[in-house]
């Protein structure tokens, strides 16, 4: 249902025609009519009378201009070639290591930094224009790591949620993450051919991260960019190739997805570092970045699709990011411009080609620019720190 009111003070993130450096009031193109608009309340509201007209759920976001601007004078990612590992190897324990901005920095001047951002563009780019049906070159090891997937899944209905009192964290989901770990050995030796079976003490690590936090019983972007980076790391030993990447992606990442909301679902994990209403998404990113390049010059949908619920109902099996607005719409109660603006805003950007551009910048920005996410990033041999 569309709001009443149409306030001119969207966060358009996504046009890069915003140029508000500060919190000083501007003028902005409206993100769904693209009029200019007049310039957004001032900073010294009093907590007690927000002034009329102006809805308080978005009093958050007297703090997004910064970013916004941040993301708007980002260049937009580009993809790379994952550089390959050769003998002899030296695969070790990674460990955490960012702990401040300034080692973001280094990171991100780096060449891991770079070629892992290129190598998340790289799998946008190859699922472009693409249906999740669509034929794709399967390899063994996809169909391995999918099979893995599906036995994950399958445990979630031999450890049923404990009746508890606590509405977020059901405790049976540390009985299922130690299943994982005492497992996770022998669930990459599916795949691993024999000469890398050392590189388990590296890549083990990644990805019995990447399915949430079992003491604080919780799920973010940051375990999702984990599961990232195993991929990444597979690409480096050559054990994913090119070729595979749209089956990474409409394959194991979709399986990925089916499994963490399931996890989400029956478990009730608690969002990690969730932005509230003024995040994207409260678990995931990367289904809206590959999703956008989906319906990249789809003939019929629009970014204003999303609105429509029979599109939802009918296309969220073959687009993640039509299935991610309609799992938005499933979890959360209320008018979708309230609970979630930001994507109700990013629905007024013209082309899905643009907000795929947005989407990527974003994700540089908001998760792997920011160290209460990346604090937990894991760096060894083939993601090394420099």
């Not at 391995?144 to 009192?165: M, N, Y």
């Not at 499933?330 to 805003?345: I, M, N, R, T």
Request: net charge negative; hydrophobic share 35%.
């Amino acid at each position: 249902m569309e709001p009443q009111e149409h306030p001119h003070h969207h966060p358009e993130t996504l046009t890069p025609s915003t140029t508000t450096t500060s919190t000083t009031a501007a003028a902005v193109p409206c993100g769904k009519c693209g009029s200019m608009a007049a310039p957004p309340p001032p900073l010294s509201w009093p907590d007690t009378s927000p002034p009329p007209n102006y809805r308080p759920i978005r009093a958050p976001a007297i703090n997004l201009p910064q970013n916004q601007q941040a993301i708007i004078l980002t260049p937009v990612p580009q993809a790379k070639s994952v550089p390959p590992i050769s003998p002899p190897f030296h695969f070790q324990t990674p460990s955490k290591i960012i702990q401040s901005p300034d080692d973001l920095r280094r990171f991100h001047d780096s060449d891991s930094g770079k070629h892992f951002l290129g190598f998340v563009v790289a799998l946008s780019e190859s699922i472009r224009s693409k249906k999740i049906s669509d034929p794709c070159h399967h390899s063994p090891v996809t169909t391995a790591i999918v099979s893995i997937l599906d036995t994950l899944l399958r445990w979630i209905d031999e450890i049923p949620p404990t009746q508890q009192a606590a509405r977020y964290g059901n405790v049976s989901y540390r009985v299922w993450h130690e299943r994982l770990v005492e497992n996770s050995y022998n669930l990459m030796m599916q795949f691993l051919p024999q000469h890398l079976e050392a590189s388990t003490v590296e890549i083990v690590p990644y990805f019995t991260d990447s399915f949430g936090n079992a003491s604080r019983i919780d799920y973010g972007t940051g375990h999702e960019t984990n599961f990232a980076a195993w991929l990444y790391c597979l690409a480096r030993m050559e054990v994913i190739k090119e070729e595979d990447y749209p089956a990474v992606v409409a394959r194991v990442f979709v399986k990925y997805l089916e499994l963490m909301r399931k996890l989400q679902l029956v478990y009730c994990l608690e969002p990690a570092g969730s932005h509230g209403v003024w995040g994207l998404d409260d678990y995931h990113f990367l289904p809206f970045i590959f999703g956008s390049s989906q319906l990249i010059d789809h003939k019929h949908m629009k970014p204003k699709s999303i609105h429509n619920d029979d599109i939802l109902e009918n296309f969220s099996n073959e687009y993640m990011y039509l299935s991610g607005i309609a799992f938005v719409k499933k979890v959360k109660k209320g008018p979708f411009s309230e609970h979630s603006p930001l994507l109700d805003d990013i629905s007024g950007v013209p082309n899905w080609n643009k907000v795929n551009k947005g989407m990527l910048k974003m994700y540089k920005v908001e998760v792997l620019e920011k160290v209460p996410i990346m604090q937990h990033f894991l760096f060894g041999w083939l993601i090394n720190w420099e």
